[in-house]
């Protein structure tokens, strides 16, 4: 007897590799893959902007990355003594406007040399199809509202074709990338749960279009897995909107199955049992049994570097 839902997500036309670069942007959700990527040591960039959770601001951060755009002064907004951008996350917010501009121009530098690395992977996660437009400066769409009268913008939810040709866009300018989409499992309930099921089915047309449409476009369904084949509120946290760690970790063997070459799942498997071995509490130093550990260790470090670092 079956207690849930089974299904294996479709694989990419071409598996990916541990040597590709991989860029993550979009939801929070991006952030619990870029983690794990970077404990098993892919060279990852994560959130050039922050956390961000609408696609149109998602593609228009991208093509700035690729453009090399810089920030000036006529980019920043001041409110309650903070300085910002509506592009990014009020992680950047500073309240020296200078500060502000060093390190979001910093962080551009950095991301338009690695987007343009070969086989650059970028994995995308859309949060939600609700955005907010700023009502005196031509409906211009914000990532982040940082906390300024809701009089001043304009909520309303994007169309499917709104998301498709700003996407369009950004995947005929940046042939070269394999773009990775999914839709975040996270609740977005302050919009009401009816209208964040039409948010997330917006995003979800939009991406299946994308991808009939686009060579180098393909979908992961981490939002299936969560909310279709784990479907139990025991992975989900606290607050019933947040999937639990347990949900996350089994979102990520998922991902490795379905998306990694059968070399990179073992680089994989090979960098937890080297993390292990480090992290592995020693009782008792200077014993025999100690000392043998510590060779160990040094044994597998230099066997790993041999097979997987020096062929990079």
């Known amino acids: 007897m079956d207690f ?22 979009g939801s929070c959700f991006a952030d619990n893959i870029s983690d794990l990527l970077k404990q098993h040591q892919f060279q990852v960039l994560a959130q050039p902007y922050g956390v961000v959770y609408n696609p149109i601001s998602i593609a228009q951060q991208i093509l700035a990355l690729a453009e090399g755009k810089t920030f000036t002064e006529n980019d920043v907004v001041n409110h309650h003594g903070l300085y ?112 964040n099921n039409v948010s997330k089915g917006i995003l979800l047309q939009a991406v299946y279009e994308l991808c009939k449409l686009q060579n180098n476009a393909y979908y992961f369904p981490a939002y299936e897995v969560v909310v279709d084949e784990l479907r139990d509120y025991r992975f989900y946290d606290t607050d019933l909107i947040h999937p639990t760690p347990q949900a996350i970790e089994y979102v990520w063997q998922q991902l490795v199955k379905t998306c990694f070459d059968e070399l990179t799942q073992q680089f994989i498997a090979d960098v937890k049992a080297l993390n292990a071995m480090r992290n592995h509490r020693i009782m008792h130093q200077g014993t025999i049994t100690h000392d043998k550990f510590i060779e160990a260790l040094k044994e597998k470090e230099t066997r790993f570097n041999s097979t997987y670092i020096t062929s990079k």
């Open 4 to 25: 849930k839902l089974n299904f294996t997500p479709k694989s990419p036309n071409q598996r990916f590799n541990y040597k590709q670069p991989m860029l993550l942007t």
């Open 84 to 195: 910002h951008t509506w592009q990014h996350h009020s992680t950047f917010s500073n309240t020296d406007k200078n500060d502000l501009l060093q390190k979001i121009n910093a962080c551009m530098l950095v991301s338009k040399a690695f987007i343009h690395q070969p086989q650059t992977i970028v994995y995308v996660t859309f949060g939600s199809a609700f955005v907010y437009e700023l009502k005196d400066t031509l409906d211009f769409i914000v990532a982040n509202c940082h906390k300024h009268p809701q009089q001043i913008f304009n909520k309303r939810l994007l169309t499917v074709n709104e998301i498709l040709g700003c996407w369009q866009e950004v995947m005929t300018a940046l042939p070269h990338i394999q773009f990775v989409f999914t839709v975040s499992p996270v609740r977005h309930i302050k919009d009401g749960l009816f209208e």
